[in-house]
C-alpha cells in the first residue's frame, strides 16, 4: 500500500522548502501590481472595496495544523515561507485614490477596478454571498490565496464576474462543494481552487454534483489549472487533452484513479504536470518527442509503473523529475544524466534494480544537479568518484541501497552537502570526509554498524546549522555527552549506550524531537527536561533502565507542545503525573511495562488528540469505569490497559461514545496514513508500540491510524461484556482475555465489520456462541477456549477456518473442529477411534471383558454399569438440554 510503505517524509518536508526557495514550483499569485490610472477610481468602486474591507479582521494566519506529507509533495508554500505576508487591505484609507491601493489594479481608461491581489493579505472572517466584492463587475483577476475565510462556502457569485481570467482562491479555508456556477466562466485563464487537507484526512473543498469533464468542459482558454487537495474522486478526464494551451496542471492528493492519459504527456504548451499522493492513480511514461516543453514532472506516491522511457534525454527543459513511491523499474536510463538542466532528481523506493550509476555520472553534461533522492531505489555498486564533479549538489539520500560511498583521495573532493542521508550504507565508523562538512543541516548515519564511542571530532559538525541528526540502530557505546547544540531533532535510540542522562542535554535551545530508547541509560529522569516547554514534541525514553518516582520527576506544567511520551520498558515507579493535563496537545502516551501503582487516570479522557494510551503491565488498580468521571475517549485508536489489576464491571453503554472506534475509516485503504505523520515530518518509527495481535505480540513499527485496539485482559474484571462494544464498528483488535467476565457474548460483536481478532478466553462465559460471530468476514484469529460455552459451534465464513485451540476446555461446546458432534436431540456424541461412546462414557468394553468370566456376569456388569451412566446421562442431556434453550 503506498502510504504505508513511505518512509521519507523529511525528505519530503526539506525538498519542498528547498524547491520553493529555487523558484522550481509555480509562484502563488499572479504578476498582478499596482497601477495608477489616468482617471481616479470611480466612487461606487471606492465604496464597494472599502465595504469588503469592513467583513474581515486581520491576524496572520497559521496553516501547519493542515500539513502533512502529501501537502509538501505538492505546495510549494509552507508556514515558514510567506513572501510579503501583511494586511493589505489594513492600509486603504478613503482619501486617497484607491487606484493607488496597495493590492488593486485600476484600468488606465476607465477606472474601474479590475485586479485584486490580497494574497497573503491575513484576512479572516467568512465571504459572504453579498459580499461588495460581487459589485466589482469589471474584475478580470482575483488572488485570495492564504488568507482564512474560516471554512466558508465558495459564493456561486463567482460565477457572476464574467470576465475573470484568474480566480485564485487556493489555500484560504474554503470548504464543500465548489459550486458549478464557476464552470460558467469561459475566459479563465488560471483557476487555482486548492485546498489543505483535514486532520483526518478529508479535503474541504470537493466536487460532487458535476463532475470534472463537466466542470471544465466550457474553459477552453485554461493555461493553468490547480485543485490541488480537493476531492474529485474521478478518473483524468481525457477531455483535457483537448486544452492545447495548458501549460500547468496541478491535481496532487485529489483522489483521482485508472489511467492517467498519456496524450497528457504530448501537449506542446504544457510545462508542469504534478498529481502526486493519488494513491490509485497508474499509467506509463510514454516516449518522449524533442519539442516536449516539460519543466517540471512530478507523480510521486502513484501508481505509475513500467520502464523509464530512453527518451527521457529529450527533455533538455527539465528541472525536476520526481517519481518518488512509484512502481517504475529498471534499468535507470543514462540519459537521464545528460539533461543539463535537471536539477531535482527524486527515485526513491521503486524497483530499478540497477547494478551500479553510471560512471560518467557528473562527467559530460555536468547537470545542475542540486538534489538526489535515491533512498530504497534497489540500486548497487559504489557511488561514482565522478559525483565530486556536481559542484551544486547540496542534498544526498542513498539510505537502504546497496551503494557505497566513493573512494575520494582528498576528504575534500566531495561537495560541501546540506543535507545527507546515509542509512543502511554498511558503514563500520564515521566518515572521516563528514570532518570538512561544515554546511550540514540533516544528518542521518542511522543503522549502519558503527561501534565504539562518538568521537570528538563528530561534534565539531554540529554547530548552529545542525538541524536533524540521527544515530539511531548503530553499535555506539559509552556514555553520551554532548557540547551545546542546536538540534530540533535527535535520535541515538538502539545503540548500548550507557550512563545517566548528560545535563549537557539541557543546554539545547529548540529541540523538538528526543529519542534515546532501547539502549542502557540510567538514574532518573532529569526535572530539566521540563525546560524545553516550549519546543519539544517528541520524548522517547523507551527500554532503558531509568527508574525512580515518576510523579515526583515530571511535575513540570510547561510542556506544552508534548505530542507523543514514551517511558515504557524502564523500572518507573509512582502515580501517573498530573501536569498531563495540560499537554492538550498529546497524541501518544506509553507508560507501559514500569512499576506504576495508581488508580485509573480518568482526566486523561479529557486531553482532546490522545489517540493511543498504553499502561500494559504496571501495578494499576481499580475501576476504569466511575460515572461522574468518565464519558468517553472520543480520538482513542490503541487502548492497552493489559497485565494489571483493573477490577470491577463496565455498563453496558461502556463503548457508546467512543467515536474513533466507531466511526469506520473512509476512502480506499491505500490512503490510510499513521499518527507520525502528523506528528513529524522526520521520522518513520518514531511511534512504534507493542500489541497483542491474533494471539502474538508483535511490535507494529508505525501506528496506522485505521488501526484501532482495545486490550484489557489480564485483569480482573467481572460482570457482562458491555453490549455498546458491538458499535465500535472500525475495531481491529479485541483482547478481554484472563479476566473474570460472565454471562454471554454479546450479539452485538457481529457488528464490528472490521474485526480481525478476537479474544475472550480464560473467562466464565456461558451460553451459546451468537450465530452473528460468523458476520465477521475479516476475523483472522479467534480464542474463546477455556469458558463454559454450550451448544454447537456455528458453521460458515471466518468460522470454517478455525482450529480446536479456539474452543477448547469449553465442555458443553461441541460440532466441527472439535471431536464433538450432535446427534437429532441436540446431544453431542463423542468418536474417539472406531469406538463408539455416548456422552456419559458407556461402552460395550464391560460387556466384552464379562466374556472372559461368563456370558451372563458379563451381561450382569454391563447392565450394571449402563443403568447408573444412563441416569447421569439423562440428568446432564435434560439439564443441558434446558440451559441451551435458555441460552
Known amino acids: 500500500m503506498k502510504c504505508i510503505s513511505f518512509q521519507n517524509l523529511h525528505i519530503v518536508f526539506y525538498l ?136 466558508c462556502h465558495i459564493p456561486s457569485e463567482f460565477g457572476q464576474l464574467s470576465r475573470l481570467t484568474d480566480l485564485i482562491l487556493y489555500y484560504s479555508m474554503f470548504s464543500g462543494q465548489i459550486p458549478s456556477e ?123 509503473s513500467g520502464k523509464l522511457p530512453v527518451s527521457i534525454g529529450h527533455l533538455e527543459s527539465l528541472s525536476a523529475f520526481v517519481i518518488c513511491q512509484c512502481n517504475f523499474v529498471g534499468p535507470l536510463p543514462s540519459s537521464i544524466w545528460n539533461l543539463s538542466n535537471l536539477s531535482i532528481v527524486d527515485l526513491s523506493f521503486n524497483h530499478f534494480n540497477s547494478h551500479e550509476l553510471p560512471s560518467t555520472l557528473g562527467n559530460h553534461a555536468k547537470p545542475n544537479l542540486v538534489a538526489l533522492w535515491l533512498r530504497s531505489a534497489q540500486f548497487s555498486g559504489e557511488i561514482p568518484s565522478s559525483i565530486g564533479n556536481l559542484t551544486q549538489l547540496k542534498h544526498l539520500d542513498i539510505s537502504y541501497n546497496s551503494l557505497s560511498l566513493p573512494k575520494v583521495n582528498t576528504i575534500s573532493e566531495l561537495p560541501k552537502f546540506q543535507t545527507l542521508y546515509l542509512a543502511s550504507c554498511n558503514l563500520s565508523e564515521f566518515p572521516k570526509f563528514l570532518k570538512t562538512q561544515d554546511q550540514l543541516e540533516h544528518l542521518d548515519l542511522s543503522n549502519n554498524r558503527i561501534e565504539g564511542q562518538i568521537p570528538k571530532w563528530f561534534w565539531g559538525i554540529a554547530n548552529k546549522k545542525l538541524d536533524f541528526l540521527d544515530l539511531s540502530g548503530n553499535k555506539l557505546q559509552g556514555s553520551l555527552s554532548v557540547p551545546p547544540l542546536f538540534t530540533s531533532f535527535f535520535d541515538i535510540s538502539e545503540n548500548n549506550l550507557t550512563g545517566k542522562i548528560h545535563p549537557s542535554f539541557r543546554n539545547w535551545t529548540n529541540l523538538k524531537v528526543l529519542d534515546m530508547s532501547e539502549n542502557r541509560f540510567s538514574g532518573t529522569i532529569p526535572q530539566w527536561l521540563g525546560n524545553f516547554g516550549t519546543s519539544l514534541e517528541i520524548l522517547n525514553l523507551h527500554g532503558n533502565n531509568i527508574h525512580g518516582s515518576l510523579h515526583q520527576m515530571l511535575t513540570k506544567s510547561s510542556m506544552l507542545h508534548l505530542k507523543k511520551l514514551d517511558l515504557s520498558h524502564n523500572q518507573l515507579r509512582g502515580k501517573v503525573p498530573q501536569f498531563l493535563r495540560n499537554c492538550s496537545k498529546l497524541q501518544v502516551l506509553n507508560l507501559g511495562h514500569n512499576q506504576i501503582s495508581d488508580t485509573f487516570p480518568f482526566w486523561l479522557q479529557s486531553m482532546p488528540e490522545l489517540q493511543v494510551l498504553v499502561l500494559r503491565q504496571n501495578k494499576f488498580y481499580g475501576p476504569i469505569w466511575h460515572p461522574p468521571k468518565f464519558w468517553s475517549f472520543e480520538r482513542l485508536h490503541i487502548m492497552d490497559l493489559s497485565f494489571n489489576n483493573f477490577s470491577g464491571s463496565l455498563p453496558s453503554e461502556y463503548f457508546t461514545d467512543w467515536v474513533a472506534m466507531i466511526q469506520r475509516p473512509c476512502g480506499n485503504t491505500e490512503q490510510l496514513r499513521y499518527v507520525e505523520d502528523k506528528l513529524y515530518p522526520f521520522k518513520h518509527y518514531l511511534n512504534s508500540i507493542t500489541v497483542i495481535n491474533k ?187 434446558f440451559i441451551h434453550a435458555a441460552c
Request: aromatic residues 12%.
Open 182 to 304: 464557476i464552470s460558467c466562466l469561459t475566459n479563465l485563464v488560471y483557476l487555482g481552487l486548492s485546498s489543505f487537507k483535514n486532520y483526518d484526512d478529508t479535503s474541504f473543498l470537493y466536487l460532487k454534483r458535476v463532475d470534472l469533464t463537466s466542470f471544465i468542459q466550457n474553459m477552453t482558454n485554461l493555461r493553468r489549472l490547480y485543485l490541488r487537495h480537493v476531492n474529485l474522486s474521478s478518473s483524468v478526464p481525457e477531455s483535457l487533452t483537448n486544452l492545447s494551451s495548458l501549460t500547468h496542471l496541478s491535481l496532487g492528493g485529489c483522489g483521482l484513479y485508472g489511467k492517467f492519459p498519456e496524450e497528457l504527456f504530448q501537449l506542446p504548451k504544457l510545462e508542469f504536470i504534478q498529481v502526486p499522493c493519488n494513491y490509485l492513480l497508474n499509467g506509463f511514461l510514454p516516449q518522449f518527442q524533442n519539442s516536449s516543453s516539460l519543466r517540471q514532472l512530478n507523480l510521486a506516491i502513484t501508481n505509475f
Open 695 to 881: 494471539g502474538l505480540e508483535m511490535k507494529s513499527m508505525r501506528i496506522l491510524t485505521a488501526f484501532t485496539s482495545i486490550d484489557l485482559s489480564n485483569n480482573r474484571f467481572d460482570g457482562e461484556i458491555p453490549s455498546s462494544i458491538g458499535n465500535l464498528q472500525a475495531l481491529v483488535v479485541l483482547n478481554l482475555s484472563s479476566n473474570n467476565f460472565t454471562g454471554s457474548i454479546p450479539p452485538s460483536l457481529g457488528n464490528m465489520s472490521e474485526l480481525e481478532s478476537l479474544d475472550l478466553s480464560r473467562n466464565k462465559l456461558t451460553c451459546r456462541i451468537p450465530q452473528q460471530l460468523t458476520d465477521l468476514t475479516f476475523l483472522e484469529y479467534l480464542n474463546l477456549s477455556q469458558n463454559q460455552l454450550t451448544g454447537p459451534i456455528p458453521r460458515g465464513s471466518q468460522f470454517e477456518t478455525f482450529s480446536s485451540s479456539s474452543y477448547v476446555q469449553n465442555p458443553e461446546l461441541y460440532g466441527p473442529p472439535l471431536s464433538r458432534i450432535c446427534d437429532k436431540e441436540d446431544s453431542p456424541i463423542f468418536h474417539q477411534d472406531n469406538e463408539v461412546e455416548s456422552e456419559d462414557g458407556f461402552t460395550w468394553k464391560p460387556v466384552v471383558v464379562g466374556y472372559g468370566f461368563g456370558i451372563v456376569v458379563g451381561f450382569i456388569i454391563g447392565h450394571v454399569t449402563l443403568s447408573q451412566r444412563r441416569s447421569n446421562w439423562f440428568w446432564r442431556s435434560s439439564v443441558g438440554k
Open 16 to 151: 519542498t522548502i528547498f524547491i520553493s526557495y529555487r523558484g522550481i514550483y509555480v509562484s502563488c499569485s499572479p504578476n498582478v501590481s499596482t497601477t495608477n490610472s489616468a482617471f481616479k477610481c470611480l466612487p461606487d468602486q471606492t465604496t464597494a472595496l472599502l465595504q469588503f474591507k469592513q467583513d474581515f479582521s486581520f491576524q496572520k494566519p497559521n496553516f501547519s495544523y493542515y500539513y502533512y506529507h502529501c501537502s509538501m509533495f505538492s505546495n510549494p508554500y509552507y508556514n515558514d515561507i510567506q513572501p510579503d505576508s501583511y494586511p493589505k487591505m489594513k492600509f486603504w484609507k478613503e482619501e486617497k485614490d484607491c487606484c493607488s491601493w496597495d493590492g488593486v489594479t485600476c484600468h488606465m481608461k476607465t477606472g474601474h477596478v479590475v485586479g485584486l491581489d490580497l494574497s497573503h493579505s491575513w484576512l479572516q472572517g467568512p465571504l459572504r454571498s453579498n459580499s461588495s466584492l460581487f459589485k466589482l463587475h469589471q474584475l478580470q483577476k482575483i488572488n485570495l490565496a492564504y488568507n482564512n475565510f474560516t471554512f
